[in-house]
């Protein structure tokens, strides 16, 4: 370190008074110019995406927005507000719930897609690597293929599809490679084999997909789905300060939890 300036080092922005840029782009060249989505990517990659990519990743940022006061994450920014949290208090405390369990499964499915696709280099068949690539999941880490299966949307979550089918036109027009998609896809025929109801891809899955054909980098996924549900978590933060409402828990008042533990001493 030959310089206090060498504290902190970055390629990602330069700045001195009355001067910003942003990997040598001037602000001001960015501004009225360039999507919030193109912004998202300038930051975090030096390469620019090519044409046909960032709509591919704003479709995938659009779909995971919001998932309604049942998701943790949305419940824990309303209650935060009642608790008389402001706007960034609520963003905070939601954010913070998004880890491996309620945020992370993209992550996962990106690493496991990846892994099913390397099997597919190899010269096994899509089939064959989704199958080798489930049991050592199963056996390795969980018996939960991250990606697939829903708690609420039966039959299918129906963002995935949606987001699958635009893989597939962007596919078509080279724009990606489609071998991520068609990998997510055997663990779909390979899971459905295996179990008596059908297990659908949710969103976590289509959006993995939609990253990993990007080429961002696994734990980028958990990034960008935390951008994505910031924006629900903001509007229902905003909403419930406009309803009002104080301390209010997960439940309403009058229902009680069931104890479990020794009863009353008389």
């Known amino acids: 370190m030959s310089d206090i300036a060498d504290w902190w080092s970055t390629a990602i922005i330069d700045m001195e008074p009355g001067r910003i840029a942003i990997r040598g782009v001037p602000i001001e060249e960015l501004i009225g110019r360039e999507s919030f989505a193109g912004m998202i990517w ?3 990659r030096p ?3 090519a044409p046909g990519q960032l709509a591919l990743m704003e479709a995938a940022l659009v779909a995971a927005v919001d998932h309604g006061p049942q998701a943790p994450s949305i419940a824990t920014a309303r209650m935060a507000v009642t608790c008389g949290l402001g706007l960034n208090g609520a963003l905070a405390s939601a954010v913070n719930m998004l880890d491996d369990v309620h945020g992370g499964a993209g992550e996962q499915a990106m690493e496991f ?6 099997g597919m280099t190899s010269g ?3 089939e064959q690597a989704a199958a080798a690539g489930i049991d050592t999941w199963q056996k390795e880490r969980s018996r939960y293929i991250p990606g697939f299966g829903h708690r609420f949307h039966k039959p299918e979550d129906p963002r995935a599809p949606r987001l699958l089918a635009l893989t597939d036109e962007a596919a078509a027009c080279g724009v990606v490679s489609g071998r991520f998609a068609t990998a997510a896809r055997a663990v779909q ?3 459905n084999e295996r179990r008596d109801k059908p297990v659908p891809m949710n969103i976590d899955g289509a959006t993995a997909v939609i990253y990993a054909e990007l080429g961002f980098d696994a734990p980028l996924a958990r990034g960008l789905f935390c951008l994505s549900r910031s924006v629900g978590i903001l509007a229902h933060g905003w909403e419930q300060m406009q309803q009002g409402g104080r301390n209010k828990g997960p439940t309403p008042p009058e229902y009680r939890w069931t104890y479990t533990g020794p009863p009353a001493a008389d």
Request: hydrophobic letters at 45%; glycine letters at 0%.
């Open 189 to 191: 025929a390979v899971l």
């Open 124 to 126: 096994q068949t899509p």
């Open 42 to 44: 300038r930051m975090l």
């Open 47 to 49: 390469d620019p995406p």
């Open 113 to 118: 897609f990846t892994e099913v696709s390397a």
